[in-house]
């Protein structure tokens, strides 16, 4: 059963900084996409970023681009979000993914559709 154990939320100040990591068991994710959303109340899911299978390549919204970077460790089978000059705008609930295909992408996928497993949820909260 595949399992994942999602960290590193909590309640930051404007500017700020939170680093997210999320641990998966049960199977191993080295040749797959792995991926951050996020989800504000009252609206939908949203991407935030995506790493390929090698780490060559990652993907980010336009809201966070220079500001997070995504990572992983394929040894440890995790893959973590380094959020900087954080913004009240990024409160969210951010949940980690990850594609199940395998394929190699030529645009890393960004579609919540794209995208089979799911983290739990950890809370990111930035007051101003």
């Known amino acids: 059963q595949v399992q994942f154990v999602e960290s590193g939320g909590g309640l930051v100040q404007a500017g700020g900084s939170l680093r997210l990591s999320c641990a998966a068991s049960?199977?191993?994710?080295?040749?797959?996409?792995m991926g951050w959303f996020r989800q504000a109340p009252g609206k939908e899911r949203e991407f935030v970023a995506a790493i390929s299978r090698n780490s060559v390549r990652t993907n980010y919204a336009d809201s966070v681009k220079g500001r997070f970077t995504i990572s992983r460790d394929n040894a440890k089978n995790t893959v973590y979000l380094q959020m900087n000059s954080l913004k009240p705008e990024d409160t969210a609930l951010y949940y980690c993914?990850?594609?199940?295909?395998?394929?190699?992408?030529?645009?890393?996928?960004?579609?919540?559709?794209?995208?089979?497993?799911w983290g739990q949820g950890t809370q990111v909260t930035v007051s101003s």
């Open positions: 049960g199977r191993t994710f080295s040749s797959n996409v």
């Open positions: 993914a990850v594609e199940n295909r395998g394929y190699y992408y030529t645009s890393l996928p960004r579609l919540v559709s794209d995208y089979y497993y």
